[in-house]
């Protein structure tokens, strides 16, 4: 049996372990480990483990072994410690001690791995915050530039150039109009700041798409109201900047414009392509013979677009989008008065609906204004117009017409008022000398008239048929519009109801203002003419490649500038406007068609010049001013159309009552015409409401449409701009603020719906008293009556 030998050095604390030495039969050496033999603490003259603990330094290290007598590491042992006879601790014991030092160190290994999750924990939560704070840092950068670009350039507008969405604000923060700016552009084309060379002086803003477009906004404080310059410069001949904002948003709805082709109340009811804005045949074309750059919305934000932009209109309510669009076309926009095409264009908020509209409507009218046409005015409100009955040519109007038809005003006891001569009074159109084989004593019959109480109005054009002598002479003198690219050689013709083949005065001439002032005045001074009616057509009827000696913005500048150089001769009327004439000129509306349709057309059109600035409206003749049963693929004016035939009775009598309320009164047929005595006592009884109730209050609005523009017939927003119920009422109307109409509009109807604004109002028919803001149902209309309202105090009590 193997025998052990142990011996166990007292100093340095090795023990080796003796095997007696056998053949193949190895020896093991075991080494006391490198880390305990580092830091040595020398204790009775022998070193010793420095951070060995009292336990650990009773025990001796490992023993050192050997292989077949073979010493690996003789210095570290002594070779006469082997027999020593501390042999008490054996190898067993030592793993045991180091088990259980293990053991009782556990714990604290756990509590250690716990405080380095929880530090782990820390690490990433601070790591989270960090990233979460530069997220917010950066967010508010962002957001403090946007707001910097939003407000450092205006007040209460909200723009950023890469989105390009405009927002404006109202005085209490709410947003009252949104929309996208530059349609055109490309989403992935950036802005940039404009270069210091396309920069204006005036404190706008400019902002550049490179090679595209440029746009320039400003702000104007006006104290009541706010005003924002958005102007546009294209920069490529392919780009049209179009412009488009909400078209219904928050109950608000878009007036003004003029009348379009579907004759709605409301542009935000509307619904057609981009057309070119420019007056027209609304039976054709998509505005009517009065418009105006002028847009407001119900909830106090107006838009008006400069007269030079060659602009496009849109409205869509599919996508609730009214659009704006700078486009040359080859005629409304022929003149390119810049390279490519700019949209200019202001809008406009203050508190309400109508404190807005009297403000962007403001213009004085008394400026330059004789008593004479004041005078004019008022017998213009207070008598009618008698316009002579004629066929559709010159041959149905004769002298011997025209002193009938005086007989039978006269008869019919009715005030006397302005007999209206249309262009038949010549022989040709543009001749503007009376036809004397037709008119032989006409100079005689005038002075009768005169006599009579009756003042003669004359109708004029700029139109000189190619078969009066007078066309001769222009084109001798380069007095007419002349084709394009001719060199002022060639004259350009059009066609204007009876003259088929025409030219059109060259009203940019002197010569030709000056030539045509001496006929009329000689006319005046011949015939003793009281005033003119000016038949001007509309944009669309000047010849398609016209040309002016000075170039006009648009075509509805000719018959702007056509009134202004006539204003000395003096007239009661014009056909067709782009901005207000001077009084006592009144703009009348289209010609209207002898039906139900025409009725309603008659009231839209008036309420909706009124909402567009025009505050004299003319409407057409009682009845209707022609009858046609078909679509007309051409313009009205095409046609020599005569008077439509008697109209039904009903129609007349409900087109009585409600040209009975007008600022003026038109006939053709006579009340008298009808057999009995029906109509005309009617007619007798509503003249005398028209004396009691509306010529004062007319007479009373006067002065304020004088100062501020405001229509003398009102929608009744215009009463009430905080009523929801008066931005949609498209059938009633009000005169000033003391009168509110409400007129039958459909045939075999006896009833209807009323709404009155605010206020105690005094019933028409019955006499009784009605409280206000509130709705009247199923109210009796008889046929011979007229639903009216008069305003009482405001202490009036039942």
């Known amino acids: 049996m193997m025998k052990l030998r142990q011996v166990v050095d007292d100093i340095s604390g090795s023990v080796t372990i003796s095997i007696p030495e056998q053949k193949n039969v190895p020896t093991i050496q075991i080494e006391k480990p490198d880390d305990d033999s580092d830091d040595e603490l020398e204790i009775h003259g022998k070193r010793r483990d420095r951070f060995r603990t009292r336990r650990r330094a009773s025990i001796a290290p490992l023993p050192a072994l050997r292989l077949n007598n073979k010493e690996m590491l003789a210095s570290d042992f002594d070779s006469y410690s082997v027999a020593s ?22 714990p604290q290994m756990i509590r250690k ?28 950068y962002v957001g403090y530039h946007r707001k910097i670009l939003t407000y450092s350039y205006f007040e209460k507008i909200k723009f950023n150039s890469n989105d390009r969405i405009l927002r404006i604000l109202s005085h209490d923060e709410r947003e009252v109009i949104s929309g996208l700016l530059g349609k ?59 412009d488009c904002y909400e078209l219904q948003r928050n109950n608000g709805l878009w007036f003004g414009g003029g009348m379009t082709k579907s004759n709605e109340w409301s542009l935000s009811n509307d619904n057609f392509d981009f057309a070119p804005f420019s007056s027209g045949d609304l039976k054709v074309h998509q505005f009517g013979n009065g418009v105006k750059r002028y847009f407001i919305n119900s909830i106090g934000v ?38 490519l095409p700019e949209l200019d264009y202001k809008i406009c908020t203050t508190e309400d609906m109508k404190s807005l509209h009297m403000l962007m409507t403001q213009k004085s009218l008394w400026d330059g204004l004789k008593e004479a046409d004041m005078a004019v005015i008022y017998s213009l409100i207070q008598e009618p117009v008698w316009r002579t009955p004629h066929g559709e040519d010159m041959e149905s109007l004769n002298e011997t017409t025209i002193y009938n038809y005086s007989e039978d005003l006269i008869a019919m006891g009715l005030p006397l ?32 008239l005169h006599r009579r109480g009756f003042k003669i109005v004359f109708t004029i054009q700029p139109f000189i048929s190619t078969d009066s002598e007078n066309f001769k002479e222009a084109v001798r ?18 066609r204007y109801k009876s003259a088929t083949s025409a030219g059109v005065l ?28 000016l038949d001007l057509g509309t944009g669309y009827n000047l010849p398609h490649y016209y040309q002016c000696r000075q170039t006009l913005d648009n075509p509805d500048m000719y018959a702007k500038l056509f009134t202004e150089s006539l204003e000395s001769v003096g007239f009661i009327g014009v056909s067709t406007a782009s901005t207000v004439p001077k009084p006592p000129a009144f703009l009348s509306t289209p010609p209207i068609n002898s039906s139900w349709s025409g009725l309603k057309e008659v009231m839209s059109t008036v309420l909706n010049y009124g909402v567009i600035g025009y505050p004299f409206v003319l409407p057409g003749a009682v009845g209707g001013d022609y009858a046609l049963n078909k679509t007309m693929s051409k313009m009205i004016s095409f046609y020599s159309l005569g008077e439509p035939p008697l109209p039904d009775e009903e129609l007349y009598v409900r087109w009585l009552q409600l040209m009975t309320f007008m600022p003026a009164m038109q006939f053709s047929h006579l009340p008298t015409y009808y057999k009995g005595d029906y109509v005309k006592n009617l007619a007798k009884d509503l003249a005398l409401i028209r004396q009691q109730n509306v010529i004062p209050v007319l007479r009373k609005c006067l002065s304020e449409s004088m100062n501020e523009g405001l229509p003398l017939v009102r929608p009744l927003w215009m009463l009430d701009p905080h009523d929801p119920a008066c931005l949609s009422i498209s059938d009633e109307f009000s005169l000033g603020e003391m009168l509110i109409v409400a007129p039958i509009l459909e045939p075999n109807v006896e009833e209807r719906e ?18 206000g803001s509130r709705w009247i149902h199923n109210y009796k209309v008889p046929k011979d009556k007229i639903a009216f309202f008069t305003k009482m105090p405001d202490n009036t009590r039942f």
């Open 85 to 106: 006879n501390q042999a008490s601790i054996t190898s067993v014991n030592s793993l045991a001690s180091l088990l259980r030092e293990k053991m009782q160190a556990f």
């Open 477 to 494: 003198k380069k007095l007419l519009i002349y084709e394009r690219h001719s060199e002022r050689s060639i004259p350009a013709l059009t």
């Open 184 to 242: 055109t552009i490309g989403m992935d084309n950036k802005p940039y700041h404009c270069l210091e060379d396309h920069r204006k002086q005036d404190g706008s803003v400019c902002i550049e798409w490179n090679g595209i477009a440029r746009l320039y906004m400003n702000f104007q404080d006006m104290d009541v109201f706010r005003c924002y310059t958005i102007n546009w410069q294209s920069l490529s001949p392919g780009n049209h900047p179009t």
């Open 113 to 140: 791995k716990k405080r380095e999750t929880k530090d782990y924990k820390i690490k990433i939560f601070v790591i989270i915050m960090f990233f979460m704070i530069i997220f917010l840092i950066g967010f508010a």
């Open 302 to 339: 107006a838009i008006q677009v400069n007269d030079k932009t060659p602009l496009h209109v849109s409205v869509n309510t599919t996508t609730n989008e009214f659009c704006l669009k700078a486009r040359n076309d080859e005629f409304t926009f022929v003149n390119h008065l810049t390279e």
């Open 417 to 448: 008022g302005h007999i209206l001569i249309n262009e038949f009074w010549q022989a040709n159109v543009g001749d503007f000398t009376v036809d004397q084989r037709r008119f032989p004593t006409l100079n005689k019959t005038i002075d009768l």
């Open 506 to 533: 060259d009203i940019t001439n002197n010569a030709s203002v000056f030539w045509l002032k001496e006929k009329l005045e000689r006319l005046k001074a011949e015939y003793k003419v009281n005033s003119f009616y």
């Open 754 to 771: 009323v709404y009155l604004p605010q206020g105690v109002w005094k019933d028409g028919i019955d006499g009784s008293l009605r409280k």
